[in-house]
């Protein structure tokens, strides 16, 4: 699960991580007020404004309506309200979001971290995630703070280090001093260093996180290591113990048809091609999207029916698929293990009938228990359904339909 | 010698009086598994489905002599029943539970790494040597004896490329679904090389999907053996969006090696026979072995 940038933070703070601190508001005339409060927190008179949505690249990214990028600064309180009015409500465009855009229903007021000092400020950055390969956490780290990292690791890997995480033993204090080091830090700022890498590492661990990402990191002009920005993302499967971090799901950020979809049991990702597909299966459903491709279509859709291919998710299924406009053709490819042929076929017919007017070809292959039975109903239905049993006969007759 | 598990095999299932465990345990009783009884915490003396209920796995190995554990424990308390087994001296542990906490799996998988055991999956479908023994929630027909191995990351795709396998006159040696998580105990590589020294096998079909690095480490390995058998390998997702399960940091993690046309190609400049179309699975088997 995603969250946002401020609830981020508030997640690393409770762990002693130190942060940008910030106040975040849904309306611009709340604005003013937040960065007053900010102001005696903190003591800052320079403001950043900040667009909250689930996607990196906001600062070089572009809200359509009003042309302000989606992070920008504000020199004192009066510019505040109008700096947050640019951005609050529009729709932000940046190389992640795609280009039509997201909503931001949120910006985050936070206190200015440039200040000027005893030394230039510096941006770092750090991520902690799993490395499937060595089935353990690993911490990278880099001087190129506030760039794209994948970026940095095609032009200039040297400048990447990573440390792995013995599972047994958990972060070792020569680790985090080994990337403050290679971060060439030294005297207070190397120890602030070394005591934020233990926090953000707890921090890490104790959410059940699979992704962490500070990027920047800064050190500030009198030497505080603290977190400009945070991506974080939950482990889905451990939410169960996190009733607080559950509560942080802003389903606003997610595709209206996936979250609709979540509730029928289904797992449902929209495409932008023309033929629909439903499936029961993550693995067969991807190939079902690849044989889609083949026959000279392109997949609307992945949808995974799981293990409960019956009337009802089938008619969920249909309903989800229908409302795309792109949507030419429909191919239903379950193998039937567990679940019987005949009687997803029967859902099939169930389905339709109950639907009505679905005016586009639907292409059933059945295959598994009951295959042969799971045909004979589709085709006695009189309905304009055709089926196939072998999956290259299913591909063939979506080349046939797109013809 | 098939792999993994047989007609010798003493399999116990964790979790055996859930309402998976008991379903499962059931088909896989009438298939012919050789299942000695089941563990349930708190429920030991009791019989279910005519077997022997235990209370620990150390029970199920000290008095019904079992070596093949199957798992349908929930997703919260599995990774404790993985280390359970590996625990009491289990050698296969197979772990069909889907949605275990991935940090749960880490020490998981730290905890039995020394130790004389197997784990397959977890989320995944089992593992199968047809009219020996069926350690998993496969549909046991559709998987005709023969001389084919399969492994494969997803449950219904191995289905697919067993049946396609059978309709080309062939038949399976064992199929091993070594499950999609982040974490898993057997690796693609680790489960071509048991079937590449098993003598009951001739070949291989090898399933993968995007992300991760496990089909590009096990078509070097492949090739770093000379490629004593032929495998046909398919990669699910050519057509999927990029990013959409992990952001940035993952991406750099996973490599180059990481979508689907890259995989294929280094499946291909490692002698593999590669097919683009699911559909082909069967048939290019049928080529590869000059039938």
Known sequence: MNIHEYQAKEILKSYGVRVQTGVVVDDASKAQEAAKKLNAETGTEWFVVKAQIHAGGRGKGKVQETGSNGVVLAKSLDEVPEKAKNILGGTLVTHQTGEEGKKVNKVLIAEDVYYPGASEPKEYYLSILLDRSKSCNVIMASTEGGMDIEDVAANTPEKIVKEWIDPAIGLQGFQARKIAFALGLEGNAFKEMVKFIFSLYKAYEGSDSSMFEINPVLKTSDDKILAVDAKVNIDDNALYRHKDIQELRDLSEEDPAEVEAGKSGLSYVKLDGNVGCMVNGAGLAMATMDIIKLSGGEPANFLDVGGGANAETVEAGFRIILKDPNVKAILINIFGGIVRCDRVANGVVEAYKKIGNIDIPIIVRLQGTNAEEGAKIIEESGLKVASAILLKDAAAKVKEVLS | ?291
């Open chain 2, 1 to 291: 010698m098939s792999v993994l598990v047989n007609k010798n095999s003493k399999v116990i299932v964790q979790g055996f009086t859930g309402s998976e465990g008991t379903f499962h345990a059931g088909q896989m009783i009438e298939y012919g598994t050789n299942v000695v009884g089941g563990v349930t915490p708190g429920k030991g003396g009791q019989t279910h489905l005519d077997k022997p209920v235990f209370n620990t796995v150390q029970d199920a190995v000290d008095q019904a002599g079992a070596d093949v554990s199957i798992i349908f424990v929930p997703p919260a308390f599995a990774a404790d029943a993985i280390m359970e087994a590996a625990d009491a001296g289990i050698k296969v542990i197979i772990a069909v539970t889907e949605g275990i906490p991935t940090k749960d799996m880490v020490t998981a998988k730290e905890y039995i790494k020394d130790k004389d055991v197997v784990l397959v999956g977890p989320n995944c479908p089992g593992v199968i040597t047809p009219e020996e023994a069926k350690v998993g929630i496969m549909p046991g027909f559709v998987f005709k004896k023969g001389r084919i191995g399969i492994v494969s990351k997803s449950g219904t795709l191995t289905y697919e490329a067993a049946d396609q396998v059978v309709k080309a006159g062939l038949g399976v040696s064992t199929a091993i679904g070594i499950g999609g998580d982040p974490i898993i105990g057997t690796s693609t590589k680790q489960a071509v090389q048991l079937l590449m020294e098993d003598d009951e096998t001739d070949a291989i079909v090898m399933i993968g999907e995007i992300g991760g690095n496990y089909e590009a480490e096990a078509a070097r390995w492949i090739q770093s053996q000379g490629n004593p058998k032929p495998v046909v390998g398919f990669i699910a997702g050519q057509t999927a969006p990029k990013g959409k399960r992990m952001g940035h940091a993952g991406a750099i993690i996973g490599g180059a090696d990481d979508t689907a046309a890259a995989k294929m190609k280094i499946m291909e400049e490692c002698g593999l026979h590669v097919v683009a179309s699911p559909a082909d699975i069967g048939e290019t088997m049928k080529k590869a072995l000059g039938k």
